[in-house]
């Protein structure tokens, strides 16, 4: 069974940047079928996605969000990461990371981690 | 890019139905056939329910339905279960440079 597990600082000051990691288990992060993305929640608000990427490298973001976001693949560790600079107390969210199926749909999502941006 | 719009709150009771709709632009619902709904229960991550506009993930009961007509999809939720009660999310492809969107999220009670 594929499982998703992000990890990372729940703190982050403002103007910092943010960083988080999701290791895949029960599967490869290398396989041609999918893409690994990255969507928060800010508390008690909705979904946003923030960004996805391919085990090549090939990335995609939401462009409201596009200047400050980097996303990126480590296959040898079946891993990917999220870094978001310049952060402020609007980026405060609970964040996940998830697996994106042939039909642009999330069907694995990680459990989730809150992040709060305060000093 | 803008959110996919959907009704703030729905409601039902057990054994009835309820549709949830989420409307979006010729850019997204109505441009492609990529809309994906997620049930979300307090403190828990979204559960993919329907995908490819109408298909269920293995597991998830056939009670749900999906379809779309134009740039308005829907969720609808047949024989409302108390364990149904929940928020729920759509979500659209919206093109190669924008990739998803998702709805502002719906919360459904069960009387």
């Known amino acids: 069974q594929l499982q998703l597990q992000e990890s990372g600082p729940g703190l982050v000051k403002p103007s910092e940047t943010l960083s988080l990691t999701c290791t895949v288990s029960?599967?490869?992060?290398?396989?041609?079928?999918?893409?690994w993305g990255w969507i928060r929640q800010p508390p008690g608000k909705g979904l946003e996605w923030i960004g996805s990427?391919?085990?090549?490298?090939?990335?995609y973001y939401n462009p409201s969000l596009k200047s400050r976001v980097t996303i990126s693949v480590d296959t040898s560790k079946n891993q990917f990461s999220l870094k978001l600079s310049s952060v402020t107390a609007a980026d405060t969210a609970v964040y996940y990371c998830?697996?994106?199926?042939?039909?642009?749909?999330?069907?694995?999502w990680g459990q989730g981690t809150l992040v709060t941006v305060s000093s | 890019q803008s959110a996919l719009t959907q009704p703030r709150s729905v409601s039902g009771s057990p054994g009835q139905s309820v549709t949830i709709s989420c409307t979006g632009t010729?850019?997204?619902?109505?441009?492609?056939?990529?809309v994906s709904w997620y049930q979300q229960h307090p403190g828990k991550a979204p559960k993919l329910m329907i995908y490819?506009?109408?298909k269920r993930p293995s597991g998830v009961p056939d009670r749900f339905s999906g379809s779309k007509s134009g740039n308005t999809a829907s969720l609808t939720i047949s024989g409302l279960q108390a364990e149904d009660e929940a928020d729920y999310y759509c979500?659209?492809?919206?093109?190669?440079?924008?990739?998803?969107?998702f709805g502002g999220g719906t919360k459904l009670t069960v009387l």
């Open positions: 998830a697996r994106r199926g042939w039909f642009e749909e999330f069907d694995y």
């Open positions: 029960g599967g490869s992060i290398s396989s041609s079928s999918y893409y």
């Open positions: 990427i391919y085990y090549s490298g090939s990335t």
């Open positions: 010729s850019s997204d619902v109505g441009g492609y056939n990529y």
């Open positions: 490819d506009v109408s």
């Open positions: 979500c659209s492809y919206a093109g190669s440079y924008t990739l998803q969107v």
